[in-house]
């Protein structure tokens, strides 16, 4: 992650009362858990708009066929 992208997901990590779950470092990511009071969905629709977010994405289980 560039700093600055970090630092503003980091702060609205800790704004939206969410937790970090992992840091991808080779994928410039993050994984979240939002608090329990957040709807999934006000949860994506939030870190969408965060500056310097790509992509917002719920998890999920994949099936390897």
Do not use: C, W
């Amino acid at each position: 992650f560039p700093y600055t992208t970090l630092f503003r997901s980091m702060k609205a990590v800790n704004d939206s009362g969410a937790s970090l779950v992992y840091e991808y470092k080779n994928l410039h990511g993050i994984a979240i858990r939002p608090s329990a009071k957040t709807n999934i969905q006000d949860a994506i629709a939030y870190f969408q708009k965060v500056n310097g977010v790509l992509s917002v994405e719920q998890d999920r289980l994949m099936k390897l066929q």
